[in-house]
């Protein structure tokens, strides 16, 4: 560390969503800002290159939108996926502020698309990214160097010196050196910690070490560590995460949104040793993907097999790999590593257990269930018997953690019951603060995006 | 078809199936969501309607050095490029101009020797203006076949492609919005009207649109201008030359200036492009026939402004040699792709109005 250090206004920590729009926000706002952003360019963004669209409140259609969608029930949304454990203070301003937020992303660059195919649920509710996560990236790092903001990729922050209460400088890494800037505000944006599977195994035992990491493998929460060290204030439990069942052989980081599975209502699913464990007809599958991440995670070598047959193979979105297939079950189950004999009478028994089928209807709960095995299976339940065979597996895949920065309503930090004065923090990295449990899809982007707007202001104006 | 290409755009097909993000840039994530399972004529088609604006290139999540390895603008390209060599007749002129702008060259130059020839045996002493340096009759004889065999060709080209894609009945409607789309060369908007990305990374530009549209219809004013002298010539009784505010002069002149800078702004482009981006071997051959067009544009304007200078029988030759090399290279060159285009456009409206059947 030779050089003096450089002097900053703001200071903005992470590349994702949340950075960027703090960091457009508080360069509009007439500050000097530098992103220090620890992946290459190729992999600027975080886990916000791999999202697809935001859930934004809005009264009559807007944007892409239809209808409307009223706070009142953005939050009743919100309240049950997280079973009340939702800070609906900072909830209701994350729902309120979201309908600004679209204007807002399309003058700095965001183009947005009707609701996808196969997602038509989500036309009211969610506003779809033209070319995805990594488009909105894009636009934003265009927009934020138009607005004068300096971009260092690869340099990993690694400490931020808390000096009484406010932050003295940080000490980042980069082409193997050391190097330390010195800020008048600072603003975390570096995500949750789910890329650490260390981490992640001491909050959830060893298992965690064949979780698969959908996101970005560089949200490995060093920040966080360090902040949550100094004493900041900590929200969230560091055992909750968001996982689903993922395809089994998604690569461990960054497989992204093409390794989702919705095949499981119209199978069965078995564990290593071909004994089924859950009810696959519980629910429609965007509301069960969540509990299935947990479920397999809990079955030996965190790990599932996923059968279907010939009949219900056009029924779900494809996904990225092709399934093994056989024409015989035994063959299946070769392939797949599973003990034939145990996969023949377990499909042998649910088969039994089917009822009239006539009934079946694939996208509504149907009723066509089993009798007189446990675990039931109580929607889509059709007998496998039409080859030929096919076989996925499934595996845990995280997509983010829940422990995080405690911030208030100007997504201040804070230590004790002191505000650390030039400290904010913005996205995955304090949606703990607001989120207990469980998730909404496309609320994640609107808490980076509401609060990377309130950050980037406040920093902003405290280094005014 | 090579199978290797064909079989990295299924890879990479099957990934988009499963994505979808990049839905509404263009006709081709539309058509592709409708599949499951990729046959070699779907992917074809697929590649026919890619208008390599790399929108889906740039806002990929999965590119390299993602393990995925998505880069589905040049596997659409690779796929593209070899289904014209493919379906060329004959093929092997397909095999020897797609890729090499140096061939390209050389016709060109074949075509000048042969004017030049032409213009020494069969110049006609009575003839005036451009009729002196070679009859009427005589430029009959050398570009009623140069022009009818390429469309001959291209017709047995397109054939063979609705065959291979397996398209079903075009109606009229389908027909009309074929050209629409082409006409509007709406692909390149980008589905936002932002325009794609070419010539300068992820920024959205619409550069490439309005040049594409320069060289389309610049053409298309040239031709019209050949076709309207052509028949002043036979039913009006008015040859050549014409007065600058002619029908003829209006139209060539003007689609003349368009084609030129449309050509030398399509390769200045190409050059800030990422040839990675595109079917890399054929890099020359785009190039040397975007080149040819260009000349014809330049050395027709020439010709208007020198038709009265001791100068204007050799442009004159080398405007009809370059002419010549055009039309007989067409069915050959990435000057085939417009047909091709336009044919996958209706394929595309044709599918659309059976999906919804
Ligand atoms: C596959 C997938 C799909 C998703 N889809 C959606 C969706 O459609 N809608 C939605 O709302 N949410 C979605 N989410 C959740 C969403 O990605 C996150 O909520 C959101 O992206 C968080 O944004 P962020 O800016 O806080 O974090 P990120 O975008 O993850 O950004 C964190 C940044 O910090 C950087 N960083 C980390 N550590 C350091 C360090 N020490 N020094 C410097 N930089 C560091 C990282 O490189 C990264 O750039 C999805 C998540 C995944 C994994
Ligand atoms: S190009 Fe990439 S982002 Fe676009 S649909 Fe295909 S996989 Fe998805
Ligand atoms: S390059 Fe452009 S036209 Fe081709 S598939 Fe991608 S988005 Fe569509």
């Not at chain 1, 890329?195 to 698969?212: E, I, M, S, V, Y």
Request: aromatic share 10%.
């Amino acid at each position: 560390m030779s050089k003096t250090p450089e002097t900053w206004d703001v200071a903005v920590i992470g590349g994702g969503n949340a950075a960027l729009c703090a960091a457009m926000t508080a360069a509009e706002a007439g500050a000097r800002v530098i992103i220090l952003e620890t992946a290459p360019k190729p992999y600027r963004g975080g886990n916000s290159r791999h999202t697809r669209n935001f859930r934004c409140m809005h009264h009559g259609p807007l944007g892409p939108l239809v209808d409307s969608y009223t706070e009142e029930e953005y939050l009743a949304d919100l309240m049950k996926v997280t079973d009340g454990k939702t800070d609906v203070a900072l909830a209701r301003l994350a729902i309120r502020s979201s309908e600004e937020c679209l204007p807002w992303m399309q003058d700095h660059g965001v183009r947005f698309q009707p609701s996808l195919s196969g997602t038509l649920s989500l036309a009211r509710t969610n506003a779809f990214f033209l070319g995805g996560g990594k488009g909105l990236v894009n636009a934003y790092y265009r927009t934020a160097d138009r607005l004068g903001v300096h971009v260092e990729y690869e340099a990993a922050v690694t400490h931020l010196e808390m000096d009484g209460d406010r932050i003295g400088h940080i000490d980042y890494t980069q082409d193997g050196q050391t190097r330390r800037i010195i800020p008048k505000s600072v603003v975390v944006a570096s995500g949750g910690f789910q890329a650490d599977t260390d981490w992640l195994a001491r909050a959830w035992g060893p298992a965690a070490k064949n979780f698969l990491i959908r996101g970005t493998p560089y949200n490995r929460g060093i920040v966080l560590a360090d902040l949550l060290d100094q004493g900041v204030e900590q929200v969230g439990d560091p055992k909750q995460c968001h996982a689903v069942a993922i395809d089994g052989r998604a690569p461990k980081y960054d497989g992204g949104i093409v390794t989702r599975l919705d095949c499981v209502p119209f199978s069965i699913v078995v564990n290593k040793n071909a004994e089924r464990f859950y009810d696959e007809g519980e629910d429609v599958w965007p509301k069960r993907y969540a509990i299935w991440g947990r479920l397999v995670a809990a079955q030996p070598d965190q790990v599932g097999y996923v059968i279907i047959d010939a009949k219900s193979l056009e029924l779900f979105m494809p996904s990225v790999f092709l399934p093994i297939k056989a024409d015989t079950l035994e063959g299946l189950a070769g392939q797949m590593g599973l003990p034939p004999d145990r996969l023949r009478a377990t499909v042998d028994d649910f088969n039994a257990a089917c009822g009239d089928t006539s009934g079946f209807h694939p996208t509504e709960l149907d009723g066509v269930s089993t009798t007189g095995i446990t675990p039931p299976k109580t929607n889509w339940a059709r007998p496998i018997t039409e080859p030929p065979f096919y076989g996925y597996s499934l595996r845990t895949g995280v997509t983010f953690t829940y422990l995080g920065l405690k911030v208030d309503e100007n997504a201040q930090c804070s230590v004790g019951n002191q505000p650390i004065t030039n400290l904010w923090a913005a996205g995955e990295t304090m949606a703990g603060s607001i989120l207990g449990q469980g998730y909404l899809a496309g609320f994640g982007m609107t808490i980076g995006t509401v609060f990377g707007r309130i950050a980037g202001k406040e920093a902003a104006a405290h280094a005014n | 078809m090579q199978t290797d290409f064909l079989n990295e755009a299924r890879r990479q097909a099957e990934i988009c199936n499963a994505c979808r993000y990049c839905e509404g840039y263009c006709s081709v994530f539309p058509a592709l969501h409708a599949e499951r399972a990729f046959s070699d004529g779907d992917l074809t088609q697929l590649a026919n309607l890619c208008h390599n604006c790399r929108g889906c290139y740039y806002a990929c999540q999965y590119t390299a050095p993602h393990e995925f390895d998505l880069n589905l603008p040049q596997a659409l390209a690779n796929v593209r490029q070899d289904s014209w060599e493919e379906f060329a007749f004959p093929q092997s002129a397909a095999r020897a101009f797609q890729k090499n702008g140096v061939m390209i060259a050389l016709a060109t130059v074949v075509g000048f020797a042969l004017l030049f020839w032409a213009a020494r045996a069969l110049a006609s002493a009575g003839g005036e203006g451009f009729y002196a340096v070679l009859s009427h009759n005589a430029m009959v004889a050398i570009f009623l076949p140069a022009f009818l065999f390429p469309l001959a060709s291209i017709a047995v080209s397109l054939r063979r492609y609705w065959r291979a894609i397996d398209a079903g009945r075009p109606t009229l409607a389908d027909v009309v919005a074929g050209f629409r789309a082409a006409a509007t060369m709406r692909n390149l908007d980008g589905g936002h009207g932002d325009g794609c990305n070419f010539e300068d990374e992820d920024r959205f530009s619409n550069a490439r649109r309005m040049v594409h549209q320069a060289v389309m219809y610049g053409f298309l004013l040239c031709f019209a201008s050949t076709s309207v002298a052509t028949l002043m010539h036979y039913f009006f009784a008015m040859p050549a030359p014409y007065s600058l505010f002619s029908l003829p002069k209006i139209l060539g002149i003007s689609g003349g200036l368009l084609l030129v800078i449309g050509c030398v702004e399509m390769i200045r482009l190409k050059l800030r492009s990422d040839p990675a981006l595109g079917a890399v071997h054929a890099w020359g051959g785009e190039v040397g026939s975007i080149g040819l067009l260009g000349f014809v544009g330049l050395s027709g304007l020439l010709l208007y402004a020198l038709g009265q200078t001791a100068m204007m029988p050799a442009i004159l030759v080398l405007h009809l040699g370059a002419v010549l090399a055009f039309f007989l290279l067409t069915p050959f060159t990435k000057m085939a792709h417009g047909f091709y285009r336009l044919t996958a456009l209706v394929a595309d409206a044709t599918r659309k109005r059976g999906d919804a059947a």
